[in-house]
DNA sequence: AGGCAATTGCGAATCATTAGCAATCGTGAA
DNA sequence: TTCACGATTGCTAATGATTCGCAATTGCCT
């Protein structure tokens, strides 16, 4: 099942001194099967289902840990707080629309093209990477005409 | 100088409404002129400098706005608060050592592809954009080899 | 010059994330 | 299988960054 493959997979991934617990693969399978971009919370959420006597701080303490391992991206919106997603991330990028928050997602090969650049150039190991482009979507590109962009609203 | 040239430009393309204050432009003239990232704190130190009465809520109103008219870019790096840099940002990435939070900066073409890609295949108006890859510098990837990465320290 | 909405400065919220610490628990050795 | 010890957890209490609320100012248009 999903649990046993996860365990594998991180013990498989873990260094020597670190352990493998029921929190932390709980929180990893939350994270995989979520197909997309999750918060903390609502990963403590959907986790609290499971185990509600898991913490807050648990959660931020495992994300922290699965970024540092690789097995996680952490993505950075037009928000304060940050979005996770599984890695590999299949080589899409963010489009985060500034006004509505939207986030479009999309395919392409380039962003591989730009960490083999990387590899090639630079004494620097990448294990994640992000490309995130803003502006506005359609929708409120149109309302944005008549509204004029009040700065807060 | 500096000032009215920092003035033309903001006014130019303020929207109706919006004013032109003595705080606005001081706020961007020392956002182009610094030539790098720079944090909110550090946009304020300097600001104060010139303006011992000005506030960190204006700073922060400024930056808000600025990234709204697409003037300057923020930066989110391996960090909990954010960096900023005027536009446009000549086509550059960012690699962030997530041991030690240096910051490589270097050119690339292939990030100008990408907005094409978007502007031909999506009805999205594409005002910036980042790309960051995140990973280990040399020195701390040697260190990485004997430490053998503690989560805190 | 006069009027008024936009902007500023404060100080007090909020929100996300981290720290401190005693109680537990996973793991590798015996 | 049992033990021992360090890694991890769950609280709760900090931090740190950013935003809010509001009265006092001040651009900007007529
Ligand atoms: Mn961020
Ligand atoms: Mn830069
Ligand atoms: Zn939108
Ligand atoms: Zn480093």
Redesign the interface.
């Given at each position: 099942m999903e649990q046993d493959s996860s365990a594998a997979y991180l013990r498989a991934r873990s260094?020597?001194?670190q352990r493998v617990t029921p929190q932390r693969l709980l929180l990893l399978g939350l994270i995989r099967r979520a197909q997309g971009h999750v918060d903390a919370d609502e990963i403590y959420r959907r986790a609290r289902e499971r185990n509600p006597h898991i913490s807050l701080s648990t959660v931020y303490?495992a994300l922290?840990?699965f970024?540092?391992m690789g097995l996680v991206e952490?993505l950075?919106f037009?928000e304060e707080h940050h979005h996770y997603e599984v890695k590999p991330p299949s080589q899409h990028?963010h489009?985060v629309?500034?006004e509505c928050g939207k986030v479009?997602e999309?395919l392409?090969p380039?962003?591989g093209?730009?960490?083999e650049?990387?590899n090639r150039?630079?004494?620097?190991?990448?294990?994640?990477?992000?490309?995130?482009?803003?502006?506005?979507?359609?929708e409120c590109?149109s309302q944005e005409t008549r509204t004029?962009?009040k700065?807060d609203e």
């Open positions: 260094l020597p001194g303490r922290r840990l970024k540092k952490e950075h037009n990028y489009m629309c500034m479009i999309f392409s380039l962003i093209r730009i960490v650049e990387v150039e630079y004494d620097f190991t990448v294990t994640g990477g992000e490309v995130s482009l803003v502006g506005y979507c359609q590109r004029e962009a700065l």
